[in-house]
């Protein structure tokens, strides 16, 4: 490839990422969970949305509707649908737009732990355009039921279960990832659920399957939840696909994460709703000061913290796949940000 054309295709890739066109707002509706998972890094300080959040939502996507032609509304938690009620208010006001609004293509999608997700919650979010789910599974019930666990200490897999498949049986326009954790101590207990797996939702093309090997994001039990190195989980992850798909690893319903993967926090046109109106850019760094980028308003303004929000999407100007794959990892301490930004207070 020549020069210009590298060049030409950079440029392409930069237009991309930065468009004015598209916009996704991930939403908490609630930071509250009715699971107590293992390795969770959530503190659930923060309950449910107020209000006059919800208002400044929905004043956020009437100023940017008009100028947009995609639109995505993804959901996250704590658990979403413990606050079902905001969801469908919010997604129906998308909806709303969208069918005023012919050039603006809108989607929503929800991050769930599934155990709320029944056959009319499923419908009644697919009538507002809720169609797309990343849902957990830790391993076959007994392995599952130990790191998955309601918040009264009760089991949730069969109900997860049940409820996938009544979403299975059904016509329903819906895509579902399974997101299957695996750790040491997990890993060679997997082949049960590989097997139902492959034989009740490989044969419905909406199912897909991400392999994803547990980390310790912060949770207060991290040192004694074993993990794998990077190494280590790169090769198990190969052994798991191999063991689902065969030869078939090209298959659509593999849900592998490309080298060339862009986190959405590297996206100037992402940003992170918490369910106290605090505007963040990742969904995992929940305590971390750098992520507190500004505050959403009532009439939908978006007050930004100066220097805040520039780190975040430094890797559009580099298209380094590393910081695009996760600017966190290399996210400038609180000082370093401060400084630079007195610097151009001084420069200017």
């Known amino acids: 490839m020549t020069t210009i054309e590298t060049v030409k295709q950079a440029n392409l890739l930069r237009a991309r990422l930065i468009s004015d066109k598209a916009f996704q707002l991930i939403i908490l509706p609630t930071e509250q969970c009715n699971f107590r998972c293992i390795y969770c890094y959530e503190d659930f300080s923060i309950g449910r949305m107020k209000p006059e959040v919800i208002s400044g939502i929905k004043a956020l996507l009437d100023k940017r509707s008009s100028k ?51 056959i009319n919650t499923a419908s009644a979010l697919a009538n507002v355009g809720v169609t797309h789910y990343q849902i957990s599974l830790d391993g076959p019930k007994e392995i599952h039921d130990q790191s998955r666990i309601r918040a009264d200490g009760k089991s949730t897999f069969e109900q997860i279960w049940n409820n996938l498949l009544a979403i299975r049986d059904s016509s329903l326009p819906v895509a579902i990832l399974l997101r299957l954790h695996f750790n040491p101590d997990t890993f060679n207990f997997l082949d049960p659920l590989l ?52 030869d078939d690893l090209k298959s659509p319903q593999n849900n ?90 001084v420069a200017v």
């Open 195 to 246: 097997e139902d797996i492959k034989r009740e939702f490989l044969p419905d093309s909406r199912f897909s399957i991400l392999f994803k090997g547990i980390e310790h994001l912060g949770g207060p039990n991290d040192s004694s939840i074993k993990v794998f190195s990077e190494t280590e989980k790169e090769a198990a992850n190969k052994i798991l696909q191999s063991k689902l798909f065969g």
């Open 68 to 118: 947009l032609n995609f639109l995505n509304l993804s959901w996250f938690g704590g658990e979403p649908l413990i606050a079902k009620d905001i969801v469908l208010e919010i997604s129906e006001y998308a909806t709303s737009l969208a069918a005023k609004n012919s050039h603006l293509q809108y989607s929503g999608s929800m991050t769930t732990n599934g155990y709320l997700l029944d």
């Open 256 to 345: 592998d994460v490309s080298p060339e993967y862009v986190c959405y926090a590297a996206r100037p046109n992402s940003l992170v709703i918490r369910a106290n109106g605090k505007v963040n850019k990742c969904t995992v760094a929940l305590t971390d000061e750098r992520n507190d980028v500004g505050t959403l308003q009532p009439d939908g303004q978006l007050k930004l913290i100066p220097g805040r929000f520039a780190p975040w999407v430094r890797g559009i100007e580099t298209l380094d796949f590393e910081t695009l794959g996760c600017p966190l990892v290399s996210l400038p301490s609180s000082d370093e940000i401060s400084a630079n930004l007195s610097r151009k207070s």
